[in-house]
């Protein structure tokens, strides 16, 4: 059976590239991003009453993993289990899947009424810039947050999370950015908290299974991510993150 499905909306958000994206929603809770409906769905009165929930599910399509010919693959290497081991597709969160459909769990911070329709302001949220959603459904604590759900082979995140500096150029340039961005140091700081980089380099692993690999990083590596209209350089170290500079795109 085949379903055709028509995007409701885009979701604009300050994550340009896949690199750096928070692995799962709400972990950089400052994250903004904001829903345009298209025309045909941009109607004030097909959100009434969304406003009285705090969190919303986004239903949404993963339009940078499509693969020609629909080809995918039954197992794949989820980077929780530092890429080297396989699981099959439907016990992962992988993009890469038979129907690339994605869905994130973010705050809703407020509705805006625009002469084109209404404009959803979010936070917390996990997704490319420029994708499109298929559907909104309110979050609702009393069913979808289950206390006696297992978490398989990815429990929560332990509490120790990289500490991040700056550069007195990026703070410099932070200071400057704020008032057309804001929350910019915070934003920025929870994304590089939950340390961006690859399992197998993260500070959690073993000196020795990193010596093991021939393609871990060096620490002097600088590193890039797209974010709003820049490019966040930074260099890490152990658990140890420091923001070099703002370079503009």
């Known amino acids: 059976m085949e379903v055709h499905l028509e995007a409701i909306g885009v979701i604009h ?17 400052g994250a903004p991003g904001t829903l345009e409906f298209f025309p045909e769905f941009a109607r004030l009165e097909a959100v009434r009453g969304l ?3 705090s969190h919303i599910w986004l239903i949404f399509v993963f339009h940078r ?5 629909g080809k995918w693959s039954a197992m794949i290497r ?5 890429g080297n ?24 911070e407020g509705i805006e009424s625009t002469v084109k329709g209404p404009v959803l302001h979010l936070t917390g949220v996990d ?29 929560a995140p332990d509490n120790k999370r990289c500490q991040v500096s700056f550069s007195d150029t990026a703070a410099t340039q932070i200071w400057e950015r704020e008032k057309a961005i804001p929350n910019l140091l915070l934003i920025i700081t929870q994304v590089l908290e939950n340390d961006p980089r690859p399992a197998y380099c993260r500070a959690h692993f073993s000196n020795s299974q990193q010596e093991s690999r021939t393609d871990v990083p ?28 703002l370079d503009p795109v």
Request: hydrophobic share 35%; charged share 25%; aromatic share 12%.
């Open 13 to 29: 958000t300050c994550f340009k590239e896949k690199f750096g994206i928070p692995r799962q929603p709400n972990l950089a809770a």
């Open 51 to 53: 406003e009285q929930f």
């Open 65 to 69: 993993a499509v693969k020609k010919g």
């Open 78 to 82: 989820p980077p929780r289990l530092g």
């Open 85 to 108: 081991k396989k699981v099959g597709v439907f016990a992962s969160r992988s993009p890469f899947r038979p129907n690339p459909i994605g869905m994130s769990c973010v705050r809703l």
């Open 127 to 155: 997704i490319l810039d420029q994708t499109p959603v298929l559907d909104i459904k309110p979050y609702l604590p009393y069913s979808d947050r289950l206390d006696t759900a297992w978490d398989g082979f990815a429990p």
């Open 218 to 245: 060096q620490e002097n590596r600088v590193y890039g991510i797209r974010m709003f209209d820049f490019d966040l350089k930074w260099q890490a170290s152990g658990n140890k993150i420091r923001v070099l500079c």
